[in-house]
């Protein structure tokens, strides 16, 4: 069965350090999807991305992050300078069409900032 | 920006009991949908509604999409130890899909 695979599964860092999250979505997927999760905390949505392009991006995705689809397959979520505040599990998704349609979600990468 | 309120946000009752869980917005969905999530992994779905007033059923457990497509419930009949785990409903809206802040269900045998 397709899923969506995500790597690391932890990472650990210092605060001010750089962080790259890869993921690779489902192959015929159109759609992909950040999300992150502080322990304990809801599922917050980051940013959507279709074409090469942000399609949407939640108050939390601030100049720190960016995305990119480097190579067709991967799917990467940058944080450029780490704070404490980061440490979060971080979920990629993606989805075949937008709307009402299942977002298949990867194992998530524990980002813990120290 | 579109808020999903769920309720409750615990519930830990005993195996064969029935339980409802609400998911409630002032906002319109185009579809809300419920998903499961086990400790250390992401959402699963469950189920998508789509239509006001639709009801779903998935085995024991129930979806109900209000009339005006801003609320949900989920109606799980007679619980088992194994129905226990965090259950999020979503919604699509814009260009992404928003969360509720979870109902955290125990079965306890």
């Known amino acids: 069965e397709p899923e969506v695979t995500q790597t690391p599964s932890h990472q650990v860092t210092q605060m001010g350090q750089e962080v790259i999250l890869r993921c690779v979505p489902i192959s015929n997927h159109l759609y992909f999807y950040w999300y992150r999760q502080i322990l304990g905390q809801k599922v917050e949505f980051l940013v959507s991305f279709y074409n090469n392009e942000i399609s949407e991006k939640s108050e939390i995705f601030d100049d720190q992050f960016s995305v990119e689809r480097p190579d067709g397959s991967n799917f990467t979520l940058k944080i450029r300078s780490t704070k404490l505040e980061d440490s979060a599990m971080y979920f990629c998704?993606?989805?075949?069409?937008?709307?009402?349609?299942?977002?298949?979600f990867g194992q998530g990468t524990r980002l813990t900032v120290v | 920006t579109q808020l999903l309120e769920q309720s409750p946000q615990f519930l830990s009752i005993q195996e064969g009991e029935n339980l409802t869980v609400y998911c409630n917005s002032s906002?319109?969905?185009?579809?809300l949908q419920w998903y499961r999530q086990e400790p250390g992994e992401g959402p699963v779905l469950l189920v998508t509604v789509v239509t006001g007033g639709e009801v779903k059923k998935l085995k024991r457990l129930t979806f109900q999409f209000g009339d005006a497509r801003k609320d949900s419930s989920l109606h799980i009949t007679a619980a088992q130890p194994g129905d226990t785990g965090l259950y999020l409903c979503?919604?699509?809206?814009?260009?992404?899909?928003?969360f509720g802040g979870g109902t955290r269900l125990m079965v306890k045998p």
């Open positions: 979503a919604g699509w809206g814009g260009n992404m899909l928003t």
């Open positions: 998704a993606s989805s075949e069409r937008l709307l009402n349609t299942e977002a298949f």
């Open positions: 906002s319109v969905f185009s579809s």
